[in-house]
């Protein structure tokens, strides 16, 4: 939208051509997203609280978890408001890549929405199953997939690129498809399984979707693509403003957040937020960088996946409880220390997938 004002006012005085600048848009996502969210936080917490729209706690998890019960949930409506309205407001709605996007992050979000609404106000504490989330999961990713594999238009938006190599691309045919799927449907589940501590989440969210913009940016430029011998992906550089939207609208939900919790993002957040940061790595075809930055969500995920095989083959667990910051609270960790701990790795991983730029 600013876009098209920009043509408008840019005849009037040509100062205003400065809105054509996709940093400077970048710039105006994160602020008005943040904005949004401080702005409209207090709001939906009174809301979500006069309407008891409330937290359940499960009765064998850790006991420090019982005093949250009842704290408002369902929050991450807020961010994905935030989101879309700061990339409708500053994007290029010319640009494919954003309603790509946006259209997988809605979706997403619905089905976590339908998912809360069953939990929390019909009182069904199993809310969607398990399969209908998996189904609806998988026909927007999947509808996702072949519409990017169908409307390519250089090779670079299909091939499977291998990090710290420099010219190591995969022509990958229908497995673009199948690759892009379960990066949707794994980063969507890989997140909701980490949202289980205040702010745990959000933050990794938020340092993932900033360096993503990075490569956004990069990707989308030519000259500095060939420079990095990166994929060079016209139009991807307008994903730089979507990431911002993700910034603003995360760093603005932890204002919240923040242990301890006033508010809890829930399945419409968590699921929303995963997808978005999966489609976005698709798009600039960094895939495994992604299974690099995104390190806690992959651990969180595999210690599901451990306990839940030990359990059913040995009748045993190996994790006092799963996801793995639980096991550590059953050891006696404070929460703050998990959260931050699992912040400064996330803090970590994400410089060594900046790293892969240039060690190539």
Not at 54 to 60: L, T
Not at 80 to 90: D, E, G, R, Y
Not at 165 to 193: E, H, Q, R
Request: with cysteine; glycine share 8%; net charge positive.
């Amino acid at each position: 939208m600013l876009l098209l004002l920009a043509d408008f006012l840019s005849n009037i005085d040509s100062g205003f051509r400065v809105l054509h600048y996709l940093t400077f848009r970048a710039i105006l996502g994160v602020l008005t997203a943040l904005s949004i969210s401080l702005m409209a936080g207090p709001a939906m917490i009174e809301k979500l609280t006069r309407k008891k729209i409330g937290q359940s706690v499960r009765d064998d998890g850790p006991q420090s978890h019982f005093s949250k019960s009842g704290t408002p949930t369902m929050g991450g409506a807020m961010i994905l408001f935030a989101v879309a309205i700061s990339t409708l407001l500053c994007a290029d709605l010319s640009n494919r890549y954003i309603w790509v996007v946006l259209l997988v992050t809605l979706a997403h979000g619905v089905i976590g929405f339908i998912d809360d609404y069953k939990k929390v106000l019909l009182g069904n504490s199993d809310g969607l199953s398990a399969r209908a989330k998996y189904f609806w999961q998988s026909v927007v990713a999947l509808g996702a997939a072949l519409y990017l594999y169908n409307t390519a238009q250089v090779a670079a938006e299909t091939q499977f690129i291998v990090p710290f190599f420099k010219n190591v691309t995969l022509d990958i045919g229908w497995g673009y498809v199948v690759l892009t799927y379960f990066v949707i449907v794994g980063s969507s589940n890989a997140v909701n399984l980490t949202d289980g501590l205040d702010g745990l989440a959000i933050m990794p969210t938020v340092m993932i979707a900033a360096a993503l913009a990075i490569f956004a940016y990069l990707s989308g430029h030519v000259n500095f693509s060939q420079y990095l011998a990166i994929p060079h992906i016209p139009k991807a550089g307008e994903l730089v403003v979507f990431c911002a939207a993700l910034v603003g609208s995360g760093l603005g939900f932890l204002w919240f957040n923040t242990y301890p919790a006033m508010v809890f993002m829930g399945d419409v957040g968590a699921l929303a937020l995963g997808a978005a940061l999966g489609i976005v790595a698709v798009l600039v075809r960094q895939e495994i960088v992604l299974v690099i930055m995104g390190g806690i969500f992959v651990m969180e995920t595999i210690s599901v996946i451990i306990q839940v095989a030990s359990f059913k083959t040995r009748k045993k667990r190996v994790f006092l409880m799963a996801p793995i910051h639980h096991h550590y609270e059953l050891k006696g960790w404070p929460e703050p220390r998990i959260i931050v701990r699992f912040w400064i790795i996330s803090v970590i991983l994400v410089l060594i997938g900046l790293a892969t730029l240039k060690l190539r």
